[in-house]
Structure formats: C-alpha cells, structure tokens
C-alpha cells in the first residue's frame, strides 16, 4: 500500500493549508489514518489520527486549530490546519496503520510545511 500525500507548502503564520494524503488500496481492518511530523533535529511526533470509526486524537499543540477527517470510500484523510504558527514547521507524514488483526503500518513519504512569521 502506498500513500501519496499533498497540499504542502508554506503559510504565513495565522493562515491555514490542507493536507490530504490517499492510500492506494482499500483497507478494511480496522484502521487509523492521521499525521505524524518531525521538525529539524526533532523526533517524529503524533499530530492528529482518525480511526475508521470517527474517533480523533489529537496532540495538545494543535487541538483547536487543526481538523483531521477521513473518507472511508475513498481511503484519504485530511488535515485542515488553521492559525498556524511557526512551531507547525516541519515535514508531515501520513500515516496508516491497523488497528485489528492484521498488522500492518504504512508511511507517506513526507510534505514540507513552512511558516514563517
């Protein structure tokens, strides 16, 4: 399964962008989709999941600013990111992941996201 992510790009800080990344393949396990990012030197770090139910996690960071949804049929998830700050600087990978049975965990290759001030 791969993952093909867009919408990266650069903002200026309290302006939005829209990640959207979409798997090759339908998944029926069930699953979460979401975003992990790293920033320059740091660790991979969680953003924001969606499990094939609906239910969302969210780091602290972004609570209230970003919106992650998914369409099932379709197999993408979306990450709508307002009032952005320099801090959301960093490289965002989608993430798919089973939740089931079936072991599985796969990587989008990375979207540049810039903020400046």
């Known amino acids: 399964v791969q993952l093909a992510e867009s919408g990266g790009g650069s903002a200026q800080a309290g302006g939005s962008l829209r990640l959207s990344c979409v798997a090759s393949?339908?998944?029926?396990?069930?699953?979460?989709m979401g975003w992990y990012r790293q920033s320059p030197g740091g660790q991979r770090e969680l953003v924001a999941t969606?499990?094939?139910?609906?239910?969302?996690n969210y780091a602290d960071s972004v609570k209230g600013r970003f919106t992650v949804s998914r369409d099932n049929a379709k197999s993408t998830v979306t990450l709508q990111m307002d009032s952005l700050k320099r801090e959301d600087t960093a490289v965002y990978y989608c993430?798919?992941?089973?939740?089931?049975?079936?072991?599985?965990?796969?990587w989008g290759q990375g979207t540049q996201v810039t903020v400046s001030a």
């Open positions: 993430n798919l992941r089973s939740l089931g049975l079936l072991e599985y965990d796969y």
């Open positions: 393949a339908s998944m029926f396990e069930f699953n979460s």
């Open positions: 969606i499990d094939s139910s609906g239910k969302t």
